[in-house]
């Protein structure tokens, strides 16, 4: 069942895009549900990524299933919901569309150089390039067919991102939340 006035928004994109900033400053705005979905990976990912060593979709299959029980919970108890998650295929994007009416995506779209820029400027992380190298390989660009993804160019201070995040998820609210 999908309630028309609660949305959920996944903010997406290949990490150092801004995801976890620019989500939490527009829930904070918004006095939206928040969830990082980092959150609800099973321990064994958790462990398998501390050790190095990258999760495949096998592995990524419960943590998608949990993110879109939560999704679906969140949109029956919040008017907007914010959930970070990389959604860098389209059938992880599609999974976590199924059963979830109101749920859209707002891509962090950013070239390389200036994402690489950006998470070799990250005081106290330790930044591989190969990790980002490998975040592009993996990235599968929203394309037409995808009517519910709204680009948001990175290229521009955090302050203009945030910016148009909520600009973005405020024009899908009703006119007398926004005033």
């Known amino acids: 069942?999908?309630?028309?006035?609660?949305?959920?928004?996944?903010?997406?994109?290949?990490?150092?895009?801004g995801k976890s900033a620019v989500a939490a400053a527009a829930a904070r705005q918004l006095s939206a549900g928040f969830l990082d979905g980092d959150f609800l990976h099973p321990r064994s990912n958790i462990l398998k990524m501390?050790?190095?060593?990258?999760?495949?979709?096998?592995?990524?299959?419960?943590?998608?299933?949990?993110?879109?029980d939560a999704a679906f919970a969140m949109q029956r108890t919040h008017g907007v919901s914010i959930i970070v998650c990389s959604a860098l295929k389209?059938?992880?994007?599609?999974?976590?569309?199924?059963?979830n009416g109101n749920l859209s995506f707002i891509y962090l779209h950013g070239d390389f150089p200036v994402i690489e820029a950006r998470l070799a400027a990250r005081n106290g992380h330790f930044f591989k390039p190969q990790m980002l190298?490998?975040?592009?390989?993996?990235?599968?660009?929203p394309g037409i067919d995808?009517?519910?993804?709204?680009?948001?160019d990175i290229n521009q201070p955090l302050a203009g991102v945030i910016a148009d995040t909520v600009q973005h998820i405020q024009s899908f609210l009703p006119q007398d939340v926004c005033a």
Request: charged letters at 25%; glycine letters at 6%; hydrophobic letters at 40%.
């Open 90 to 99: 389209k059938h992880y994007r599609d999974r976590l569309r199924a059963g």
């Open 50 to 68: 501390a050790a190095g060593e990258p999760l495949n979709d096998d592995d990524r299959a419960p943590w998608l299933a949990a993110l879109n």
């Open 133 to 141: 190298v490998t975040q592009f390989a993996a990235l599968e660009q």
């Open 1 to 17: 069942m999908t309630n028309n006035q609660n949305r959920i928004y996944v903010i997406m994109g290949v990490s150092g895009s």
């Open 146 to 152: 995808e009517s519910d993804v709204m680009a948001i």
